[in-house]
Nanobody, 123 residues
Framework: QVQLVESGGGMVQPGGSLRLSCAAS????????MAWYRQAPGTQRELVAT???????NYPDSVRGRFTISRDNAKNTVYLQMNSLKPEDTAVYYC?????????????????WGQGTQVTVSS
């Protein structure tokens, strides 16, 4: 089994910063890609940032230049540094990982989600 555990959410004033972390554990062979998504009440879950095992990143226009995704492959951990936060960034943030697992029957690929962490930007 694979688990993703997130931390680092909270409340911050507009213009402030937060750093989210997500650690993956279990029978992991490799993690080709990791990502952060967010979902505000009444909206669909949206992609915030992606990063490959080689460090390639991608962001939507809404967060580019303010958010930075990074990862520590040795720790199977992904981070999201969020700067210049705006009230519209308020949402539950979810970590996602595409994982290649080692099983008794060989290697299999699965898609896993964290439990979510609340980020609130308000004055």
């Amino acid at each position: 089994q694979v688990q993703l555990v997130e931390s680092g959410g909270g409340m911050v004033q507009p213009g402030g910063s937060l750093r989210l972390s997500c650690a993956a554990s279990g029978n992991i062979f490799s993690i080709p890609a990791m990502a952060w998504y967010r979902q505000a009440p009444g909206t669909q879950r949206e992609l915030v940032a992606t990063i490959t095992s080689g460090g390639g990143t991608n962001y939507p226009d809404s967060v580019r230049g303010r958010f930075t995704i990074s990862r520590d492959n040795a720790k199977n951990t992904v981070y999201l540094q969020m700067n210049s936060l705006k009230p519209e960034d308020t949402a539950v943030y979810y970590c996602n990982a595409a994982v290649i697992k080692t099983t008794p029957w060989g290697r299999t690929r699965g898609d896993y989600w964290g439990q979510g962490t609340q980020v609130t930007v308000s004055s």
